[in-house]
């Protein structure tokens, strides 16, 4: 997953020790996805019983938990006065992330991917009210390949098509490749125009920045992907080739952050639950990431459910101590960070405690299931999280009972927080402890 990478980046740059939650590279995740509500989605940050969803907001607590002040070198970049601005990263994420990754999945090509994870990848990425639509039928049978958008399957031949002349079938049959083909010039129209602006950056970096920064890592995983992780496109010298300063700032990159890793404490203090990267390790045909893979000591997903059920989840605490100084005693504890309606994230009616679902607007709509814990608007949660943050973040408390993998203990409680961005919250008519009523039936709100 190159936004696994994205997030393996920034905590080797940073110097974050971290352990690597190996997980399945479709659900069900029988372990891990309970303690986030049944959000599909990777990568997950996990610290103790707090869960932070979302590589935009995983990198904004990592910045903020983790500043210069101890130890640890900020990754934003700076503007021409000197100030790190998350805009240039968020604008930067924005173009990779809606520009290079869908070319990534593109060019992908169908005989490595499993019939499994083909229709459990189409299923992902229909459109809402398309119904589950056909996977195409790939060669292999590897599981543990990459996650990307595939490519939609050429919708059925008319039936007229048998009596087609012999020119239009093969034109029929070569539909995908020429797909394909489209999805590669546009590919070296991108790499063109990033191969100039890193030959022209003084440092050799994006935007010109004495050092790497999240810039780099945004466009980079994408990279990466559509060539590392694609053995077709590497043989073609897709970006090696065509494109030198592409390549050699793609080493380097991979070189400073393993150095960067290399330096840091043993000291464990933070867990990733990440994209099963050590299994996709053993399975692509490419190089890895120079070193980075074997960065990261191995979870299991038991010990990191274990690791949240001896925790408290620290966002809870924090809003349960802020609450104690009101003179009120009946509000919740969470009601203090609930945000003015004008501001609000959340639908008419819903409160902390009521049942909620948190989904994703785009693809892998799967929701997030639990009791709405929290609500930060933009201003709230940029002070929350250090500063520039552009969306709010909502939080669910979520019960977690995963029956044998706890051996038999008690169910515990997680926060999962979510950013607004690409998300959107409801009231949950299925969850329990009463969501049911008029404030049910309002309409969900677009985070």
């Known amino acids: 997953s190159p936004f696994g990478l994205k997030i393996l980046l920034a905590l080797a740059l940073k110097g974050i020790p971290f352990y690597s939650v190996n997980v399945p590279n479709m659900p069900p995740r029988r372990a891990t996805q309970p303690l986030t509500g049944g959000y599909r989605r990777i990568p997950v940050l996990q610290l103790g019983a707090d869960l932070f969803c979302d590589t935009a907001l995983i990198l904004a607590e990592l910045e903020a938990r983790f500043p210069p002040a101890r130890g640890h070198r900020s990754l934003l970049p700076v503007n021409p006065a000197g100030r790190p601005d998350p805009f240039l990263s968020a604008t930067t994420a924005a173009w990779a992330d809606r520009a290079l990754f869908p070319l990534a999945g593109a060019l992908m090509p169908l ?80 790499l063109a125009a990033l191969d100039a602006a890193l030959a022209a950056s003084p440092s050799g970096w994006l935007l010109g920045q004495p050092l790497p920064t999240l810039a780099d890592v945004h466009v980079a995983a994408h990279v990466w992907f559509l060539d590392t992780a694609n053995p077709t496109e590497r043989a073609r010298g897709t970006v090696a080739s065509a494109h030198p300063a592409v390549a050699a700032w793609l080493r380097r990159l991979f070189a400073a952050a393993a150095a960067s890793a290399a330096a840091t404490s043993a000291k464990k203090f933070a867990t990733a639950a990440a994209a099963d990267q050590q299994k996709q390790k053993l399975h692509w045909r490419g190089p890895e990431p120079p070193g980075l893979l074997r960065l990261a000591s191995p979870l299991s997903e038991r010990a990191a459910v274990a690791v949240a059920r001896t925790a408290s989840p620290a966002a809870i605490l924090a809003a349960a101590a802020a609450a104690s100084t009101s003179t009120s005693t009946t509000q919740s504890a969470a009601a203090a960070d609930l945000p003015a309606a004008a501001t609000s994230p959340l639908p008419r009616g819903l409160r902390p405690g009521m049942p909620a679902r948190i989904a994703p607007d785009d693809y892998g709509r799967d929701p997030a299931r639990g009791r709405l814990a929290f609500a930060r608007p933009p201003a709230a949660a940029a002070a929350a999280v250090g500063g520039g943050v552009p969306f709010a973040v909502v939080a669910l408390a979520v019960d977690v009972d995963v029956g044998g993998v706890t051996g038999g203990a008690a ?28 404030d049910s039936a309002a309409p969900a709100a677009r985070l």
Not at 411 to 433: K, M
Request: glycine residues 10%; hydrophobic residues 35%; positive net charge.
């Open 111 to 190: 005989e490595l991917i499993s019939s499994k994870l083909a229709k459990d990848r189409a299923q992902m990425m229909a459109p809402p009210g398309a119904g589950r639509p056909k996977p195409p039928r790939p060669a292999a049978t590897d599981s543990t390949e990459p996650s990307a958008p595939l490519p939609t399957p050429p919708p059925p031949a008319p039936a007229s098509a048998a009596r087609s002349p012999p020119s239009a079938a093969a034109g029929a049959a070569t539909a995908e490749p020429a797909r394909r083909t489209r999805a590669r010039v546009q590919t070296h129209g991108l």
């Open 411 to 438: 169910p515990f409680t997680t926060i999962v927080q979510f950013p607004s961005a690409g998300y959107v919250v409801s009231h949950d008519d299925r969850g329990a402890g009463g969501g049911g009523g008029a």
